[in-house]
């Protein structure tokens, strides 16, 4: 567990120093591990206005000096709390993924709507719509039949990334049953199904499923992968 603390603190460092925008990628880091300002700043021992001022840009961008302080805190913080965001990376960084099968995971910059994803990806809903104002914080794109027919059940988790309010999108998709079925049977509902392929409408058991679960369930009307991973890529910047 150390080696993977020690993986998360040096990626969540990197990509705050590496951000254009270092502000935006503070909050984005203290929101995803549930902390206020005031409670991150109470962990550092700074004013909770200094917190505001990085984020909002009014203050100098923070040293490597004081992000390795903000990285510590959220983690800190979290291992007190049980480790939930630790968890969730300990599923990301604990097996590599086949990557003819995952094609994509990657985190929004901020969160996004559902109702921006749809726009993004021409996206038709099948079902749920009043469900699209959920923040979501991420996407991973699968081959679906690939999936569905080669990943085992943890694996599947990990296809999670850090947090379950995410688009999963399945490619190749021929009814919407499958990856229905397969949600369901792994137990755990992203914050949105996306389904691209050679598909008008979905089966009506996976709209059965959709609406079990609560779950918005959209189908890309893209010509393409390419085009679809284009389409969510605008969306995490």
Request: glycine content about 10%.
């Amino acid at each position: 567990m150390v080696e993977v603390n020690e993986r998360v603190a040096r990626w969540i460092a990197g990509d705050i120093a590496l951000s254009d925008d270092h502000g935006a990628a503070i909050k984005r880091w203290r929101e995803r591990f549930g902390l206020n300002q005031t409670a991150l700043a109470k962990v550092i021992h700074i004013s909770p206005s200094v917190i505001s001022d990085y984020e909002a840009g009014r203050r100098k961008s923070p040293g490597a000096t004081t992000i390795k302080r903000i990285v510590e805190a959220f983690l800190s913080v979290d291992e007190k709390e049980g480790g939930k965001v630790l968890k969730s990376f300990s599923q990301v960084f604990g097996t590599q993924l086949p990557p003819d099968v995952v094609l994509e995971i990657r985190e929004f910059d901020e969160p996004v709507d559902g109702k921006t994803i749809c726009k993004a990806v021409k996206g038709g809903i099948a079902v749920n719509k009043a469900l699209l104002d959920r923040r979501l914080f991420g996407y991973t794109v699968i081959d679906g039949p690939k999936a569905i027919l080669g990943l085992s059940t943890d694996d599947f988790r990990r296809l999670y990334g850090l947090t379950t309010e995410r688009v999963l999108v399945f490619t190749g998709v021929t009814t919407g049953r499958s990856p229905m079925v397969a949600v369901k049977v792994i137990g755990i509902t992203p914050g949105m199904v996306l389904l691209h392929g050679e598909l008008k409408e979905v089966d009506v058991l996976g709209i059965k499923i959709a609406e079990l679960l609560k779950v918005p369930l959209v189908i890309s009307r893209l010509p393409s992968v390419g085009a679809l991973l284009e389409g969510l890529r605008k969306c995490a910047h």
